[in-house]
């Protein structure tokens, strides 16, 4: 098999953006004929939005769709003026919409909100999402073989290595533990990893910094299932192996197995996703990404690290003198604004909330600080609670834009006392080939037009 | 092994040796976990040329699909560091647990473990690690020394800047 065709068949899905179910052609054309006589353009501004009032189908009872089917707005035609705002009654409220169905699905008007897929990765719209948590449908990628389809009757896991009774779980058994649910944020070590050099930053926060995702995950302390097999008191490192193609391996540390690693089965209150490690996942809170395993089908206890592939050749940090760091697990205290945010523009002088996210793999964000000017003056942002440990934080900030040129930075403070660092300090320390745990400060640049650029340093 | 009155709730069931063995598939930095088996560098070449050339270059130089495995010797204090098999990783063994748990791309697990050692064995020599004529097992791996052995350094020291902010 050549990589070429690899890829275009297994290992790389083609993002489908256009085709969350099939468009009912017939309903759509009716409605644009319905609405196409009127005279009042109701909806300002571009894209998806100024199709609005075209794409509420309204369907005859006897026209009900089915669970699966979705109207369409015509993105594809010019937008079709309606009848929808005062003193017009909105056709949407003439006539009876579609009935409740199955599963559901976010409004067609907002279907351009859409991770970006890249070949083995796709990155989180941070700037489109609002509070701290992530969809399901939008919680960032990262595989290394492709996602493994698993049946969950099919799917086990083995404990074994240093400890008293090796044993197999199924799925329904690590679900009769006792379980709970926490919050927490997970980035992939490597997410903006593009600020390193002024040349390689990335134009938007989605692109830069959309390796962050935030969700509730439901499982079971791994600490219970531990105990249950009984840890020899000398095992200090545990191996993690996951049931993708790639097997992908990491070494923990006991100590934090023991402390608070989940075996999580489920994420935001539904399974878990097939991305996101279905049926069973390893969750190690604060920690970089890829150690917390997913597909978990392998944990065996040892007195050493294995020196897998992953924790040698990858997922570590080189340094200036070619020496390397080995099992720099933690994400440091790091935040970004999201809004207004490169890519976007602002619309306007006046009031502007500039707002983001905040957080730290050692505990809870304490303090967010905003400059408009580049880091000359910090002002403190409001932090919006609750303020978990290890989880984001949405931080807001009022700002009255004049129509003069900014920087817009964020500078976030963790209750260990770590304060966000520049990107100058760390590379003073680090070098600029060390890829991995860039936590520096962001700069968005605000033009006098508006226009929010990427910027450095 | 304990008693049941060790457990708290008796969930799961005891894994039998056999069902241990189909699994575990790791290899320690000692060799421990390495299977009996033996591969030599010209078995190897012939298997890099039918799964990992198309990758990884003819020479294991790399492609646009799959990273270099040779050369960067030396590079790694550089300005442009290169990291391959030869020149960043630190133990043999993680090479063979990789191939084998990994590779290749269209079959992971698929091969025989004679042919793990050969691909093993191939990716050494041709990285001018080990020479043509040796033979690579579950005694001779554990033995080769990679030239950035001594190139990793833990535990973490961060936090590593002036972070007191102002």
Known sequence: ???????????????????????????????????????????????????????????????????????????????????????????????????????????????????????????????????????????????????????????????????????????DDIKRFPATSVIHFHECSGNSGSEWTEESIAPTVQAGFGLL?????????????????????????????????????????????????????????????PAQGYPLRLVLPGWEGNAQIKWLRRLELGDAPWQTREETSKYTDLMPDGSARQFTFVMECKSVITNPSGGQTISGHGFHEISGLAWSGRGRITRVEVSVDGGETWEDAQLQEPILPMALTRFRFPWEWTGQAARLQSRATDETGYVQPTIQQLVEVRGIHSNYHMNGIKTWAVAESGEVTSAWG | ?????????????????????????????????????????????????????????????????????????????????????????????????YIRRAMPASGPQTLTDDEYYALTAWVLWANGIISEDEVMDQDTLPKVVMPNRDGFTSPDPRPDVDNTGD
């Open chain 1, 213 to 273: 995702s935030q969700t509730e995950w439901t499982g079971v302390p791994l600490k219970t299932v531990l105990d249950e097999v009984g840890v020899d008191p000398d095992a200090t490192w545990m191996l993690a192996e996951g049931a993708d193609a790639a097997a992908m391996d990491r070494s923990i540390p006991i100590e934090k197995a023991m402390d608070d690693a989940l075996l999580a089965y489920a994420m935001n209150g539904e399974a878990l996703r």
């Open chain 1, 1 to 171: 098999m050549s990589p070429k065709n690899h890829k275009t068949s297994a290992n790389r899905a083609t993002p489908d953006t256009t085709g969350e179910s099939r468009v009912n052609r017939r309903s759509f054309v009716q409605m644009a004929g319905a609405v196409g006589g009127a005279g009042v353009i109701g909806v300002a501004g571009a894209g998806p939005t100024s199709s609005q009032h075209a794409l509420q189908a309204t369907p005859a009872p006897e026209d009900v769709p089915e669970p699966t089917e979705v109207r369409m707005p015509p993105w594809a035609e010019e937008p079709q003026p309606g009848p929808a705002i005062p003193p017009h009654i909105p056709p949407w409220m003439t006539e009876w919409g579609p009935y409740p169905s199955e599963y559901g699905t976010r409004s067609p008007f907002e279907r351009h909100v859409v991770r970006l897929p890249g070949d083995t990765s796709s990155r989180t719209p941070l700037a489109d999402l609002h509070g701290t948590m992530t969809p399901n449908s939008l919680f960032f990628e990262r595989h290394h073989a492709g996602i493994p389809n698993i049946d969950p009757a099919e799917h086990r896991l083995m404990i074994h290595g240093m400890v008293d009774r090796p044993t197999i779980f199924t799925v």
């Open chain 2, 1 to 97: 092994m304990l008693g049941d009155n060790e457990r708290t709730y008796g969930f799961g069931h005891p894994a039998t040796e056999e069902e241990i063995a189909g699994w575990d598939i790791d290899v320690k930095p000692d060799g421990t976990g390495l299977p009996p088996g033996r591969g030599t560098v010209e078995e190897g070449r012939k298997l890099y040329l039918e799964y990992g050339a198309a990758w990884h270059g003819a020479e294991g130089e790399g492609t646009d699909y799959a990273p270099a495995l040779v050369g960067g010797i030396g590079s790694l204090d550089t300005d442009s560091p290169k990291k391959t098999v030869g020149s960043y990783w630190p133990y043999a063994t993680s090479l063979f647990s």
